[in-house]
């Protein structure tokens, strides 16, 4: 399955012209094309799907669908390995 997951901002660069942000998903971190919302900052959260911030998402909506899919499963389905996963929710209250 292929999510649509909240991911908070680290890091903004552009490359080749592209502008390209480092986002936390929870503790997995993933590089991230901006040219859907060009003026994503670092610190604010970002809907991301294949790769492409899609929607910019206020904190408290990213924490709720971020606690929700942990419950579901499905942050461990899109991310692989539980172990190696942070808790997606004290992440996103950074």
């Not at 899609?54 to 929700?68: F, N, P, V």
Request: net charge negative; charged share 35%.
């Amino acid at each position: 399955m292929c999510l649509a997951v909240p991911g908070r901002v680290l890091d903004i660069e552009e490359r080749d012209g592209t502008r390209m942000a480092t986002v936390d998903f929870g503790g997995v971190v993933k590089e991230v094309c901006l040219e859907y919302l060009p003026d994503l900052r670092v610190g604010e959260y970002a809907i991301v799907h294949v790769g492409f911030a899609l929607q910019r998402l206020d904190e408290e909506s990213a924490r709720r669908t971020l606690e929700l899919f942990e419950n579901l499963g499905l942050l461990q389905e899109e991310f692989g390995d539980p172990d190696g996963f942070g808790d997606p929710l004290e992440e996103a209250r950074r």
